[in-house]
């Protein structure tokens, strides 16, 4: 997946499924679903650009 937030520069987070009654719908080749998750965008984020 890739996420392109040039639009929004003062985006500093992505998140999925991140609410109290989410509806998760992103799912990988094997047909399993993406768990939560929030990570940090811009300045913040990883050099390798890789979620750990």
Do not use: K, Q
């Not at 109290?20 to 390798?48: H, M, T, W």
Request: glycine letters at 6%; proline letters at 12%; charged letters at 20%.
């Amino acid at each position: 997946m890739t996420l392109d937030a040039s639009s929004s520069p003062e985006a500093v987070t992505v998140r999925y499924c991140w609410s109290d009654s989410p509806i998760c719908n992103l799912y990988d080749r094997e047909g399993l679903p993406a768990v939560p998750f929030e990570l940090p965008i811009g300045d913040a984020a990883p050099e390798s650009g890789m979620a750990r």
